[in-house]
């Protein structure tokens, strides 16, 4: 049971470029979540699902975009990436009982 | 909408004294109510959680928070720190109707460092 497998861990990008950042859990959750940690921010909510085909914003979802074609995964797209979006990002899983699974997270650097 | 103020971005105590970490909380519905604990370039765990049953809970490596209405409050402690504790700590909540069904809101987090 692997739990919320965030990939990859690390990856710098250039000013413009797009990536997908990927997230999988294993433990047929319908909720998943993703999260951008800044120091002194504590996580802020990116977007969401509550379930396969279902996405909504968070509170900071400017430049990112999300699908959930199934369960498991639910990536997150940067657009054209900026340096503001330098940040470690997680991705979070539940079943719908209260508590959320975190991913390891992705250290993502813009340059 | 709910929100959640940690109050002291760093604490510092010495290993073997109370560890006390402050949280309130806003939310127009009864809460749920976290503590998470995040090690150095790790991610987080969950230490403890509120979901409206016994408001003193009980959570891993001697944590524990009482859930506080009238105070809008949820403060985690430990009786006696220990150099592991050190850390950053999240307090978060979440409610589960309206519009925010299941979405965690976090605090800013809290530092604890822990002296010899």
């Known amino acids: 049971n692997a739990g919320v497998t965030q990939t990859p861990k690390f990856q710098v990008l250039k000013t413009g470029q797009s990536m997908t950042l990927q997230c999988a859990q294993d433990m047929n959750h319908e909720y998943m979540s993703w999260y951008r940690q800044d120091p002194g921010m504590g996580l802020r909510l990116i977007h969401y699902?509550?379930?396969?085909?279902?996405?909504d914003q968070g509170e900071v979802p400017n430049g990112y975009n999300v699908s959930r074609s199934t369960t498991e995964d639910f990536p997150l797209r940067l657009l054209s990436a900026a340096p503001s979006q330098t940040s470690v990002y997680f991705c979070a899983s539940s079943s719908g009982t209260p508590g959320y699974t975190f991913g390891s997270g992705t250290r993502l650097t813009v340059v | 909408a709910q929100s959640v103020t940690q109050l002291g971005s760093h604490v510092s105590v010495s290993e073997g004294a109370l560890v006390l970490l402050r949280c309130n909380y806003s939310s127009s519905v009864p809460p749920y109510l976290f503590w998470y604990v995040q090690y150095p370039n790790q991610g987080l765990q969950l230490l403890l959680k509120?979901?409206?049953?016994?408001?003193l809970v009980k959570g891993i490596n001697g944590f524990e928070a009482e859930f506080k209405k009238s105070e809008t409050s949820f403060h985690l402690t430990k009786p006696s720190a220990h150099m592991s504790d050190a850390a950053e700590y999240f307090c978060a909540v979440s409610v589960y109707g309206g519009t925010s069904y299941g979405k965690l809101t976090f605090g800013q987090g809290t530092i604890l460092t822990v002296h010899p």
């Open positions: 509120y979901t409206s049953a016994a408001t």
């Open positions: 699902s509550v379930g396969a085909g279902i996405t």
